[in-house]
């Protein structure tokens, strides 16, 4: 949540052993290394895990950061490059997105920054407003090209598949629509545009929100009244943005955190964390979470509008706060928080997280959990896989043993038995990238 100058650089050797590709793990093992272009992630480096409990702020470890790690297999050592971006954990892990040929990266702060020393608590904290654009386009060297002040208190930002248009909820106030559109063009954005969105009830938080691959529609999480809605978006005669209610709105789980569509957008996903919202309040006390899955466009009415449907429900660890879907279409993962965020020796505490691992079919959406696998690290706000679908990427926020030293991005693969072909593993490995304490949200530009 500190904006100062910061260019440092971290390497890790990222070796894995050369195997076979084929595309079922369960009857292969893992690609020889983590596949895609970049990895992005964001860090928080005022909060300490324990805030959401006890309200009380770390001592700060330097400015908040944004994160690059090239993937492109050019040398076998993956680093870490950061820059200064002003962020915060205190929302749903969406605080960035990239565009898809990863020239850019959007970053929004929920929470606004520390603005002394005297200021020890999570609750001192203002509302955030700024919004970042950063110039990825030589990785090795992120550049913030763009800072606007946006609508108080982001929550979610996300961009469309053609890179030109960026989407930013945020807390709404005096019926203020909880969305806001900027244009993406040239390496700038535009004024906000703020459409009027259909059926909305004035007060309910809009907590995610996320681009439909091919069509142009967003799904939206309305996590105060668990809703899932979708609209539709169109340009108007003077270059403005319309929205357009796009089918029926959907029941989800209570306080759901993100929403994913399926890469061939038959299915879209929800996660259920059970746990409040509000990021500012204790949520050590919840219960296991879940994903459900619902199909898009089931079928079409008589008004020749779309009708989605619930498919499938499944279990997962306890608060599965971030979530993604393979490239593939066949798996799912979440990060589970469990009970990792209190002090250590906090009798709620338990001293490991966890992913869960789901199948998924493509053709019909049922869900299947394959398992929990709890590791050492507090506070995984968010897992992506990688373009083979056979690797995971999860942040860890900060460790058990030290909550200020540094956070990483850790790696796991999945793994199958060749003599059974039900069974499926997550296997941790040995290679974790340092980055700055407390990086909570995680892209990948595949």
Known sequence: MKIVALLSSVTLCLAVPVVAQTAEPSASRAPPRFEGRLLVSVSDADMLPSAYKDDLLGPAVGPDALSVVRLDGRNADYRAVEVAVSNSVAGPPS?????????????????????????????????????????LRQPEKPLIVQRVEGFEAPLAVAIDPTGTLVAITHRAKSGTPPIAL?????????????????????????????????EP??????????????????????????????????????????????????????????ASADFNLEFSGAPRGSVDSYRVAASIDAD????????????????????????????????????????????????????????????????????????????????VFDNSSRFVAVTVFSQFDDPRARGS??????????????????????????????????AIVR
């Open 95 to 135: 605080s960035v997105a990239v565009t898809p040929d990863g020239r850019y990266a959007v970053v929004i702060e929920t929470v606004g920054a520390r603005r002394s020393a005297a200021t020890t608590r999570l609750s001192q904290l203002g509302a955030g407003r700024l919004i970042s654009l950063v110039d």
């Open 182 to 214: 900027y244009k993406l063009a040239a390496g700038r954005l535009s004024a906000a545009m703020t459409p009027t969105l259909p059926d909305w009830k004035p007060g309910a938080t809009i907590i995610a929100a996320a681009f439909h691959p091919r």
């Open 304 to 383: 020749n509008q779309p009708r989605h449907r619930f498919v499938d429900r499944v279990e997962t660890g306890v608060i599965p706060e971030g979530m993604d879907v393979s490239p593939d279409g066949r798996f799912v993962i979440t990060a589970n928080l469990e009970r990792s965020t209190p002090r250590p020796g906090d009798a709620d505490m338990t001293r490991y997280a966890s992913m869960s691992l789901i199948r998924l079919d493509p053709q019909t959406g049922r869900l299947k959990r394959v398992g929990d696998y709890a590791f050492d690290g507090a506070l995984p706000e968010m897992a």
């Open 217 to 274: 529609v967003l799904a939206l999480v309305d996590v105060s009244n668990a809703q899932l809605s979708f609209v539709r978006f169109a340009t108007t005669a003077n270059g403005d943005i319309s929205l357009s209610r796009w089918g029926n709105t959907l029941t989800v789980e209570k306080d759901s955190y993100l929403v994913r569509f399926t890469p061939d957008a038959r299915h879209v996903l929800v996660n259920g964390s059970y």
């Open 409 to 442: 991005i850790d790696f796991w693969r999945i793994e199958g038995d060749p003599l059974d072909p039900e069974r499926v593993e997550m296997v941790k490995t040995r290679h974790s990238i340092p980055v700055t304490r407390g990086p909570h949200t995680l």
